[in-house]
Each structure stands twice: as structure tokens, then as C-alpha cells.
């Protein structure tokens, strides 16, 4: 069964950054796809930004230029780093993993709390 564990969430002033990391228990991580979600509260959970095992990667408009996926395959660990942040960034983070790890099913780690606020 597949686990992962979100780390790096926090309180943090609007302009700051912050970086978000999953860690993956699998042996099968380096062909899975893995993202990030967020959920505001009142609001639906949203993509945030993704990576395929090739590296490809993609984001929301509304993320897109300031937050950066990256994935270091040996260490089995996503990571987000999220710059330029705003209060709407403010949101429970939440990493996905969907391959071959997890019978392409979703799977998710428990979240972590980013809070933009001065």
C-alpha cells in the first residue's frame, strides 16, 4: 500500500516562500505521476501543478510562474516551491500519486496547512 507524507506547510507573509514535500513509500515511484492539489476552506479541492515520469510538467493559471514541481526520484519525494505567495494561496495541501504504485488510483497523503497572512 502505498504511503506519503506532506511536509514543509506553514504560516507565511504575502511574498513569501515556502516548500512543500511528499515523501513516497513505493518501489515504483519513478514511473508514477504525482501532483499537488489544494483545498481553501468552502471551496473544491483544485490542481495545483503535476509531473509525469518524464518530467513533464504543468500548472494553474493561477499558480503558474511563481510555484515549481520538481521530483527527485531517488530520494522518492515530490516537492512544491511555492514563491511570490498571496493570501489566496492559503489552502490544505494535499500531494497525489496515480501510476503504476497505485493501480493508477489516486492515492493522498493527509495534507498540509500553507497559510498566507500578515
Known amino acids: 500500500q502505498v504511503q506519503l507524507a506532506e511536509s514543509g506547510g506553514g504560516l507565511v507573509q504575502p511574498g513569501g516562500s515556502l516548500r512543500l514535500s511528499c515523501a513516497a513509500s513505493?518501489?515504483?515511484?519513478?514511473?508514477?505521476?504525482m501532483s499537488w492539489y489544494r483545498q481553501a476552506p468552502g471551496k473544491e479541492r483544485e490542481l495545483v501543478a503535476s509531473?509525469?515520469?518524464?518530467?513533464?510538467?504543468m500548472y494553474s493559471d493561477s499558480v503558474k510562474g511563481r510555484f515549481t514541481i520538481s521530483r527527485d526520484d531517488a530520494e522518492k519525494t515530490v516537492y512544491l516551491q511555492m514563491n511570490s505567495l498571496k493570501p489566496e494561496d492559503t489552502a490544505v495541501y494535499y500531494c497525489?500519486?496515480?501510476?503504476?504504485?497505485?493501480?493508477?488510483?489516486?492515492?493522498w497523503g493527509q495534507g498540509t496547512q500553507v497559510t498566507v497572512s500578515s
Open positions: 513505493t518501489s515504483f515511484f519513478s514511473i508514477d505521476s
Open positions: 509531473i509525469t515520469s518524464y518530467a513533464t510538467t
Open positions: 497525489n500519486l496515480r501510476g503504476p504504485s497505485s493501480g493508477y488510483a489516486d492515492c
